[in-house]
């Protein structure tokens, strides 16, 4: 009886862990996609850009008349391309906020943007991403832009 016990107990612990172990490495494989998306943008590698991307994906900003902007990541990774060949563009990520429920990720992060070695503006990363066929996609990104209120370098 004592041994039934114990097994049991063994099989409830790590069917209790499984979740969080599954958990974990979902929040690792939706990393490693906002990863590659901003080390494509250094390496201006438009093939691993995209491999970001869900084909449907879409880019929120709010435009300069005060709207919502919105681009496809083909207009984004033309503009990446377009920049004058040397100029690093070097997204700076900080506090990175992961959150996934099954087939659902969100991230939150906080990022300066730096173009040729300057400071060019800081804001927000809200990635929305979906996990299509077993790999994550990232859907939707929407940004906030600023000079100002930027924390310090």
């Given amino acids: 009886m004592r041994r ?3 097994f049991a ?6 069917a209790a862990a ?3 172990s599954a958990q974990q490495t979902d ?4 990393r490693v996609v906002v990863d590659r998306l901003f080390d494509g943008m250094r390496s201006r590698d438009t093939t691993m850009i995209r491999s970001t991307f ?3 994906a879409q880019f929120y900003g709010i435009g300069p008349d005060g709207g919502v902007r919105v681009t496809t990541p083909s207009a984004f990774i033309t503009t990446i ?4 060949a040397g100029l690093l563009l070097d997204e700076v990520l900080q506090d990175v906020e992961i959150r996934v429920d099954g087939p659902l990720a969100t991230v939150w992060t906080y990022y300066d943007f730096i173009a040729g070695g300057e400071f060019s503006h800081c804001g927000y990363d809200a990635l929305q991403l979906l996990k299509v ?3 994550w996609k990232i859907v939707a990104l929407a940004d906030t832009r600023r000079k100002e209120g930027c924390r310090p370098r």
Avoid at 27 to 30: G, L
């Fill in 4 to 6: 039934l016990l114990i």
């Fill in 9 to 14: 107990g063994t099989l409830f612990v790590s």
């Fill in 18 to 20: 499984a979740p969080a």
């Fill in 27 to 30: 929040e690792q494989a939706v």
């Fill in 54 to 56: 869900a084909s449907e």
């Fill in 81 to 84: 391309a377009a920049a004058p």
């Fill in 133 to 135: 066929v077993g790999e």
